[in-house]
């Protein structure tokens, strides 16, 4: 089992920037790839970016250039830097890891508003 505690979700203004961690617990040493989606009102959840172990990332089209996504292995980390932000990027983040076995495991969500 994997635990994820996310943080820094807020309000920003159109152009601003935020910050999101989430902190891995548990069994962490089967963790692969460490990500996070996101799921407007109305919409179906989508990728916003990922990163495996040693691999390379793979962004949304509509955050490329504005989000940055990293990792602190030795912490159980995962960021995603926000900058420029849109009215469009509002909604619930989720942080997500898989596993070497295939298993995904996703945190409660945290609110991103962007007010134009």
């Known amino acids: 089992q994997v635990q994820l505690a996310e943080s820094g979700g807020g309000l920003a203004q159109a152009g601003g920037s935020l910050r999101l961690s989430c902190v891995a617990s548990?069994?962490?040493?089967?963790?692969?790839?460490m990500g996070w989606y996101r799921q407007a009102p109305g919409k179906q959840r989508e990728l916003v970016a990922v990163?495996?172990?040693?691999?390379?990332?793979n962004y949304a089209d509509s955050v490329k250039g504005r989000f940055t996504i990293s990792r602190d292995n030795a912490k159980n980390t995962v960021f995603l830097q926000m900058n420029s932000l849109k009215p469009e990027d509002t909604g619930v983040y989720y942080c997500?890891?898989?596993?070497?076995?295939?298993?995904?495991?996703w945190g409660q969500g945290t609110q991103v508003t962007v007010s134009s």
């Open positions: 997500t890891v898989g596993t070497l076995g295939g298993t995904d495991y």
């Open positions: 548990g069994s962490i040493f089967r963790i692969n790839v």
């Open positions: 990163m495996p172990r040693g691999g390379s990332t």
